[in-house]
């Protein structure tokens, strides 16, 4: 799934991450995204780094030790998000991504809020998405880092179920975990 498949799908989950990059607040009518007014002077250097827990973290670096020994070639810089998105595929077609992303909430722009299912991963609120896009296996893990970011894990199977691509990206989930900064 060194293609098209795993493509669309970290597309789509970094699509989102757009709006946050482009300063949008998303609280005008009609759901277009309007510029999120600044304010006049800048947060303290501690204020910002209470508010950043992932900034210094390499997605890239944190999925390559996430998967240590399970015979992924090194994490990439994904297109759509070079500085906080990486991925990485297998030969056998399991593909796996991680964005880290400071000042996005685990429940902000859910691809389908229907299919979506709160719960969590090592006492650490997470929210797993499953089919993404309707597609069957495709699946992510949207886990917390208080106070306002998130670390998305998405992982792919060329072959398989929902059900397995689930089960795939929550144990993927669970290595990333452990490396997230312990925030309140």
Known sequence: MTGPIRGFMTFVGLAALACALTACDGSSVGGTPT???????APSSSAADSNTPLAGMNPCKTLDQALTGQGFPPAK?????????????????HGVSLELQDG??????LTDPSVAKTGS?????AILERGLLHATGGCAVRMEVKPHS??????T?????TDEACDYAD?????????????G
């Open 35 to 41: 510029p999120a007014t600044s304010s006049a002077s």
């Open 77 to 93: 810089p994904e297109s759509a998000d070079l500085e906080h998105a990486c991925g990485t595929d297998r030969p056998d077609g």
């Open 104 to 109: 996005m909430t685990i429940d902000q722009d």
């Open 121 to 125: 991963i090592n006492g650490r609120k």
């Open 150 to 155: 998130r670390a998305i894990v998405v992982g």
């Open 157 to 161: 199977l060329a072959t398989g179920s």
């Open 171 to 183: 144990g993927i989930a669970k290595a990333v975990e452990v490396l997230l900064p312990k925030t």
